[in-house]
């Protein structure tokens, strides 16, 4: 963004190059809450809560107040040590600079880099790690964002797990936006109907939640359509058989 020599910037409120989301940008204009304060509280366990099903985690996470490069710097601070052997892989410029965080902590870095529009290749890290079996710990970018290439991270990180080391991944612009499995919310009798015969799983929810109210919902200009007023059928017969 250029802006005229004489004007003020606008103000964005975040370090990263993206623009905050207007909800963001009004929530940083609330009153900051004292963290013993009760609603600080119940409000922290809720994120922490919401966190932990997002990263299908056991155990409860850790939420940083900060921007993303303080995880980062974190992960690099607490898991590298100085006879650790770190594999840096890199395809792009998140990744790159990882490679300078690691090294403050241990001088021993190996780096794979491909150009910055490419992808890591796992075979490229299994043959790596038979030749190096020293290295202790591998990171990755998983979407370096100004390249806007995606790693293979499970393939990598199966590789890493097989060798014994610990992976650590930059996810900042890739967590919460990736392909993940498909969540749909349909009335349970419905579920219980056809879910073996669809091979689908149903699992109890692990939060309480009010009952949802059904809709079905067409445009006025649709609504007399004889193709609609026939699927509209054919949804409530299908309801019907399901009560
Ligand atoms: C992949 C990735 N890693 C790390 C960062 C660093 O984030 P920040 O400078 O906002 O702390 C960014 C920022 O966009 C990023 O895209």
Request: one cysteine or more; hydrophobic letters at 45%.
């Amino acid at each position: 963004m250029r802006y005229a020599p004489e004007s003020m910037p606008v103000m964005t409120l975040t370090s990263g190059p993206v623009d905050a989301y207007p909800a963001v940008l009004a929530g940083l204009s609330r009153t900051l809450l004292y963290d013993y304060d009760p609603a600080f509280q119940a409000m922290y366990q809720r994120v922490i809560e919401k966190a932990q099903l997002a990263m299908r985690m056991t155990e409860r996470p850790v939420i940083l107040h900060g921007e993303p490069v303080l995880g980062l710097e974190a992960a690099a601070a607490s898991m590298i040590n100085p006879e650790d052997t770190v594999l840096n892989l890199v395809s792009g410029v998140y990744g790159k600079g990882f490679g300078y965080w690691a090294k403050r902590y241990s001088t021993k870095l190996i780096e794979i880099e491909v150009p910055y529009n490419e992808a890591i290749d796992p075979g490229a890290v299994a043959a790596m790690l038979a030749r190096h079996p020293e290295i202790s710990i591998v990171s990755v970018c998983h979407h370096d964002t100004p390249s806007g290439t995606i790693n293979p991270i499970n393939a990598i990180g199966q590789i890493v797990s097989d060798h014994g080391g610990c992976l650590i991944v930059d996810a900042v612009s890739s967590f919460g936006g990736m392909k993940t499995h498909l969540i749909a919310t349909i009335p349970r009798r419905a579920g219980q109907r056809f879910a073996a015969d669809a091979r689908i799983a149903l699992i109890e929810l692990p939060f309480d939640a009010k009952a949802w109210t059904m809709a079905m919902i067409s445009p006025e200009v649709t609504a007399r359509d004889p193709g609609l007023i026939w699927l509209r059928g054919q949804i409530l017969d299908a309801v019907d058989r399901c009560q």
